[in-house]
């Protein structure tokens, strides 16, 4: 599966674009539209040039292959659209590890109901174990948009 538009919006609405790096609230390095590495593998790093907006959409979009991969990796039952942007969505911010070993793949897998396995998004709101506003934001316009619910207010 490949995410939509409207889930590449989603992520990209949280993200916004930094053309300059920076440290995420996590405290690693960024840069573009959320992006820690390069194409070619290389940590984004503090003393990196700047990007463009063009730049940082290719790389968003290369980017987003290793999220969709490993979300379809971590799953063993069919997901709507709108699930599978979601799941990338919080699999892109939290991480392929973190995301496969997750409470919430694994109730998905086991076929838990739907506005069960949508409250999971709810506990990834913290960075460096402090809960962080726009985490919880996030993960409410994730949850919302999990259960078909794209009209959230960012």
Same mark, same amino acid.
């Given at each position: 599966?490949?995410?939509? #538009?409207?889930?590449?919006?989603?992520?990209?609405? =949280? #993200?916004?674009?930094?053309?300059?790096? +920076?440290? %995420?609230?996590?405290?690693?390095?960024?840069?573009?539209?959320?992006?820690?590495? +390069? /194409?070619?593998?290389?940590?984004?790093?503090? /003393?990196?040039?700047?990007?463009?907006?063009?730049?940082?959409? @290719?790389?968003?979009? *290369? *980017? &987003?292959?290793? +999220?969709?991969?490993?979300?379809?990796?971590?799953? *063993?039952?069919?997901?709507?659209? +709108? @699930?599978?942007?979601? $799941?990338?969505?919080? %699999?892109?911010?939290?991480? %392929?590890?973190? =995301?496969?070993?997750?409470?919430?793949?694994?109730? &998905?897998?086991?076929? #838990?109901?739907?506005?069960?396995?949508?409250?999971?998004? &709810?506990?990834?709101?913290?960075?460096?174990?402090?809960?962080?506003?726009?985490?919880?934001?996030?993960?409410?316009? @994730?949850? $919302?948009? =999990? $259960?078909?619910?794209?009209?959230?207010?960012?």
């Amino acid at each position: 599966m490949k995410i939509s #538009e409207k889930g590449m919006d989603l992520i990209k609405g =949280f #993200e916004g674009f930094r053309s300059r790096p +920076y440290l %995420c609230s996590a405290g690693v390095p960024t840069i573009g539209y959320g992006s820690t590495y +390069y /194409d070619n593998g290389d940590k984004v790093s503090l /003393d990196d040039s700047p990007i463009s907006e063009a730049e940082a959409e @290719e790389l968003f979009k *290369t *980017t &987003l292959k290793k +999220y969709e991969r490993s979300v379809t990796n971590a799953l *063993t039952v069919s997901v709507f659209q +709108y @699930e599978f942007d979601a $799941l990338v969505s919080l %699999c892109y911010n939290i991480g %392929c590890t973190n =995301f496969s070993k997750s409470t919430l793949v694994k109730m &998905l897998n086991e076929g #838990e109901a739907p506005v069960e396995v949508a409250d999971q998004f &709810l506990r990834w709101n913290k960075a460096g174990g402090k809960v962080v506003n726009g985490l919880t934001t996030r993960r409410e316009a @994730e949850r $919302l948009f =999990f $259960l078909g619910i794209e009209d959230y207010q960012e």
